[in-house]
């Protein structure tokens, strides 16, 4: 599961101290990054780091030995999913193996949401289809499920977009369009995480912070359930990919559904990187209106409030608050308000207000020059 710390970073909380979360950072990306999101060079590591390194590496597999030793579907669907800091570039030996157990643990609980969706999201090195035994429904998992949940209907797009199916690919993406939700399951696999730290604890020694004392346990586990959630993307690539079209060409059905789709991820993701891609929708499906301009601006004006006001960290009171929130949140973007709130922030811009950097829009190549307002880099001041 690769996606970058695109949310992560606004949100992953000041246990980045400790040797645990300076470690576990989310693999490269997988999904549209905005122009503006910049990956930092990272200096070599110091030996003391590299143990730390090491030390990471020993507890994320046997977190994952635990949970794939698990009776339990959920527990063995998850263990697909373990971020490693010790990951390399290129095939995995052990993916073959991971995916059978995915597709294993799928046929087992077909009507668990998470199961259902951490197998269609899956990426196919680990989702155990092979070419003599393909699965071409397998994005289906959660939409046969959850048919109102837009969010369910991206690995079909996916599916469509791997197998050349357009006739699939409009299906689903009318399906998309037409639900009345967009739920990324973020409050279960949330809650699945933090209870495989419970029963398969964090280690002392990688909650030792730089002057020597013990960071908070839970909030370490928080942090990193958290990246594990942000690192489990839908495909959502593939699903830009379906949506891109020459602005020249003439408008079609599947634009005027992209940009529904786009409309509802911005008013009804449960993740701030799936708000991000209902923006990209929304420009690659066409010019958008001065409606879709309003939502793009409040989503924009929301990230940037809360980038500051989380900026540093390094306050465990607030820290755990924040925490709190998003656990008990059925969605990230809905914890993200009620912070903002809390501070007594408006959730709308004040007339006038822009974001703060302007780059040309992920999607497509822009012709008319008219479509210039991206979404903005909260770091720029």
């Known amino acids: 599961m690769r996606l970058t710390a695109l949310a992560a970073s606004f949100l992953l909380l000041a246990v980045s101290t400790s040797a645990f979360a300076q470690q576990t950072r989310p693999a490269p990306p997988r999904g549209p990054v905005p122009p503006n ?6 200096p070599p590591l ?33 263990s697909v999913q373990v971020m490693h800091a010790d990951d390399r570039d290129g095939p995995d030996p052990a993916d073959a193996a991971r995916g059978a157990l995915l597709r294993q643990a799928a046929q087992a609980a077909p009507n668990d949401r998470l199961v259902q969706w951490t197998w269609a999201i899956a990426p196919e090195e680990v989702s155990g289809c092979t070419a003599a035994s393909p699965c071409r ?24 977009v791997r197998f050349n199916d357009n006739a699939k690919i409009d299906d689903a993406l009318s399906h998309l369009a037409a639900s009345t939700r967009y739920d ?11 209870d495989a730290f419970r029963r398969h604890p964090i280690p002392a020694e990688l909650l030792r912070q730089p002057d020597g004392r013990t960071g908070d346990a839970t909030l370490a586990a928080g942090s990193f359930a958290l990246a594990q959630v942000e690192n489990a993307s839908a495909p959502y690539d593939e699903l830009v990919q379906a949506c ?30 799936g708000r991000m891609v209902g923006e990209t929708l929304l420009r690659a499906s066409g010019p958008p209106t001065p409606e879709d301009r309003e939502r793009m601006r409040t989503a924009a004006w929301q990230l940037e409030q809360h980038a500051r006001l989380t900026k540093g960290g390094g306050d465990p009171a607030r ?25 007594n922030v408006p959730l ?20 008319g020059g008219e479509d210039d307002d991206a979404m903005q880099d909260p770091s720029s001041h």
């Open 319 to 343: 820290d755990r608050e924040r925490m709190d929130l998003l656990v008990g949140s059925e969605s990230e973007v809905a914890a993200m308000q009620e912070e903002l709130r809390r501070a």
């Open 37 to 42: 999101a910049q990956q930092d060079a990272e």
């Open 244 to 273: 891109q079209q020459d602005r020249r060409a003439p408008a079609t059905a599947r634009a005027a559904n992209c940009a529904k789709a786009g409309r509802l991820m911005l008013d009804r993701s449960t993740t701030i990187v």
């Open 184 to 194: 990324e399951v973020f409050h279960d696999a949330m809650s699945a995480w933090l």
């Open 137 to 160: 429904d397998r994005g289906g998992a959660l939409a046969r499920l959850e048919p109102d949940n837009g969010a369910a209907w991206v690995a079909v797009v996916a599916d469509g």
């Open 348 to 367: 709308t811009p004040p007339a006038g207000w822009q974001p703060t950097r302007q780059q040309p829009p992920a999607g497509p190549p822009q012709r």
């Open 46 to 78: 110091t030996p003391e780091q590299q143990a730390n390194r090491a030390a990471v590496a020993r507890y994320q597999n046997g977190l994952e030995a635990f949970l794939r030793a698990s009776s339990s579907p959920r527990d063995q669907a998850m």
